[in-house]
Nanobody, 125 residues
Framework: EVRLVESGGGLGQAGGSLKLSCQASGFTFDDYAIAWFRQAPGKEREGVACISNSAGTTYYDDSVKGRFTISRDNAQNTVYLQMNSLKSEDTAVYYC??????????????????WGQGTQVTVSS
């Protein structure tokens, strides 16, 4: 059974930093791309960052490029999202997602079949 568990969300200040983790189990982690999506109230879920399988190629949405960094530790079956220079518009529930796909510049919800339960990130100004 594929399982993804996010952690590290909470309250951050504008200009500050938070680091999210996604612990994976139940599949061959090295073979899967992992992405972070987010969903703000009243808005559609959108792709934030994606990291390919063991090669580690990364993609970012323009809204977070230069501020967020996605990384993976294949030995720990964990993907991280380091979020710096937080803005109020980063407030959302953040989800990690996995699938046997290639990351693309445009991350689509439909491309990922396995999802975590989400973790709330709230940025205060």
């Amino acid at each position: 059974e594929v399982r993804l568990v996010e952690s590290g969300g909470g309250l951050g200040q504008a200009g500050g930093s938070l680091k999210l983790s996604c612990q994976a189990s139940g599949f061959t982690f090295d073979d899967y791309a992992i992405a972070w999506f987010r969903q703000a109230p009243g808005k559609e879920r959108e792709g934030v960052a994606c990291i390919s399988n063991s090669a580690g190629t990364t993609y970012y949405d323009d809204s977070v490029k230069g501020r967020f960094t996605i990384s993976r530790d294949n030995a720990q079956n964990t993907v991280y999202l380091q979020m710096n220079s937080l803005k109020s518009e980063d407030t959302a529930v953040y989800y990690c997602a996995a699938d046997y796909v290639r990351c693309k510049a445009t991350m689509r919800v439909a491309d990922f079949g396995s999802w975590g339960q989400g973790t709330q990130v709230t940025v205060s100004s």
